[in-house]
């Protein structure tokens, strides 16, 4: 038995059928598949008889469908479609890939607010975004044309063939205008609830350590094990976390996070570094707007700094 054993022998009469039930005109039909009138008319009846059902009513001047007829026409159009969307992809011309591999936070708070820009910029290219939650990744085993790095093993990087400097991390604790009606001070953190990204706490206790507050830590902590959940949880909110400025720059610049007075940047022993290892002039584009892209980044944290008089003598612009 052959497959399909329902099917005509000759697909064409479907294909004719399809075209006289799409434009509902014999000599349409015709027109389109290059065909006389009769042959159109010719195959309509050979499929009827195979089928044994009555699939168009013929007027004096135009056909109708019958229920048998709009159902097959159905079924017809829609795996048409589907068999010429398929065809259009193998015909369609593949586009270059850029692939960006990014440390997590860095593809959440800096990265993804460029898409749009990136694919005004290079159009006939794919911008593909990878996260990374490795501090540590492997540079040869790298398959990206982009890789951004936030470490604190500065040794493995630095001097590096393909490595550029990105920039440092600037801390602060940050909170929502959620949280208080009132300007907060420095002081005033230690009583607030305290949002962690890391079970050890280190960006608190770090930060907490240099800043030399005096008295107790009243706060109640929560580890969210995620700086983006961290942050949601801050922005509606629900406590107050330490974090690096450059990451909440527009949130800060929109007053939607704020940090306490009298507070002092500092910087973290986590640094941010840039592996080119495609050359293509795109990636060498991309890597240049990045560099720049993080120097006036850095510049409007300095201007923010100055504005809100943020002491920034333990960091370097």
């Known amino acids: 038995m052959r497959p399909y054993s329902n099917l005509p022998y000759s697909h064409n009469s479907l294909k004719v059928f399809e075209a006289v039930a799409r434009l509902m005109s014999f000599t349409k039909a015709a027109d389109e598949l290059n065909v006389t009138q009769s042959a159109v008319s010719r195959q309509i009846k050979q499929l009827e008889q195979e ?107 630095l001097h590096k063939p393909g490595v550029t400097f990105l920039r440092a991390e600037y801390m602060a604790p940050v909170y929502a205008e959620l949280l208080s009606k009132r300007d907060l001070r420095i002081q005033d953190v230690l009583a607030l609830p305290h949002l962690h990204a890391t079970l050890d706490h280190q960006d608190w206790k770090l930060w907490l350590a240099n800043a030399a507050l005096e008295g107790q830590n009243k706060g109640r902590d929560t580890v969210f094990f995620s700086l983006d959940l961290a942050l949601s949880a801050c922005l509606s909110g629900q406590g107050v976390t330490v974090t690096d400025l450059l990451l909440v720059l527009p949130e800060l610049k929109r007053q939607f996070l704020k940090c306490p007075k009298d507070i002092a940047l500092q910087h973290s022993d986590w640094h941010y570094y840039c592996y080119q290892r495609n050359h293509s002039p795109v990636a060498n584009e991309i890597k240049q707007w990045l560099l720049a892209q993080t120097e006036a980044d850095i510049a409007e944290l300095k201007r923010l700094s100055d504005k809100f008089a943020w002491s920034t003598l333990d960091v370097e612009f």
């Open 51 to 157: 089928f044994n059902v009555v699939l168009l009513i013929r007027k004096h001047r135009a056909i109708e469908l019958t229920d048998q007829g709009r159902d097959l026409f159905e079924v017809l159009r829609q795996h048409f479609h589907n068999l010429d969307a398929l065809i259009a992809q193998w015909k369609a011309p593949a586009k270059k890939r850029i692939v960006i591999k990014s440390a997590l936070s860095y593809a959440t708070r800096v990265l993804i607010s460029h898409v749009a820009f990136l694919n005004e910029k290079y159009p006939e290219h794919e911008i593909v975004i990878i996260p990374s939650i490795e501090e540590a990744p492997v540079l040869e085993q790298e398959d990206c044309d982009l890789l951004i790095i936030n470490t604190r093993q500065h040794e493995r990087y």
